[in-house]
């Protein structure tokens, strides 16, 4: 509500600067925001798909009693393949996402322009089922509708699609997977080259690698609660399970291929 004291028009409606203060302590302290960004699920995702692949495939190997060679060569040659595999498939993604969010929002556009009156009536709906009453909800999608853009935006949010220009470049996102699943994937492979030196047991070797791997596991749950605004400890119990698991899993049907099946070497 304004009104007129001589020149001056002052109104009953704070701006947003005005409120800035008064808002800066309620509610107590603001919870943490968590990190955002596609690449966050590329990092995540890939290191702990690396290390159980890599883990998994020792595991079986390990318990097919097969030398220290064969898993180096077995190891970094699934690696690799897959690490160019997972990139590759991170980049058709995120390049499908965009290529379909573009071809999104020209039938939105086109919606907007053509079938206005069913556009508007679809966002009054929205906003009442989200507990606006009606006069309100009319009242914004009133203003919306002198703004052809910004409704395009609306309904793209409205149908859970990011505009195109949003989120990262799919070769980044290729790449950014990429190199973490290499990173994260060599850490159970790299005990056997460091134990090389100092011991030709292939069970130490194994040993050192289920330590490297759950070291590796235990800080991409770290990271994983750090990003996420998780507890830490659950967290990283939730990705030494993983591995945990995965790793059973391969070295049983290793051990079974070799003893049970009569795959033994004669």
């Not at 968590?34 to 159980?52: H, R």
């Not at 077995?74 to 160019?84: Q, T």
Request: some cysteine.
């Amino acid at each position: 509500m304004a009104e007129n004291s001589g020149d001056a028009i002052t109104t009953s409606t704070p701006f947003l600067q005005d409120t800035e203060a008064a808002e800066k302590n309620d509610g107590g302290d603001r919870p943490k925001e968590p990190w955002k960004g596609e690449l966050v699920k590329s990092i995540v995702y890939s290191g702990l798909d690396a290390i159980v692949t890599s883990f998994s495939l020792i595991s079986s190997i390990s318990a097919g009693r097969l030398s220290s060679v064969d898993v180096l060569v077995l190891g970094f040659a699934n690696l690799v393949a897959d690490g160019i595999s997972m990139g590759m498939g991170d980049y058709v993604s995120s390049n499908t996402e965009q290529d379909v969010a573009a071809k999104e929002r020209l039938v939105t556009e086109w919606d907007v322009t053509n079938r206005r009156r069913r556009q508007e009536q679809s966002l009054l709906d929205r906003y009442r089922a989200l507990g606006m009453n009606h006069e309100d909800a009319t009242m914004v999608v009133n203003i919306f509708s002198k703004y052809g853009d910004i409704m395009v935006e609306e309904k793209m949010v409205q149908n859970g699609i990011l505009s195109p220009e949003e989120g990262e470049k799919p070769w980044k996102s290729g790449l950014v997977t990429f190199g973490a699943f290499l990173l994260f994937g060599s850490a159970p492979i790299l005990s056997f080259i460091v134990l090389i030196p100092f011991t030709q047991n292939d069970t130490l070797k194994f040993i050192g690698a289920c330590v490297m791997s759950a070291l590796a596991l235990a800080a991409l749950g770290i990271a994983k609660a750090k990003i996420a605004g998780q507890n830490y400890a659950l967290s990283v119990a939730g990705t030494l399970f993983n591995g945990a698991i995965a790793g059973f899993a391969a070295y049983v049907i290793g051990w079974g291929l070799r003893n049970v099946a009569g795959l033994e070497e004669e």
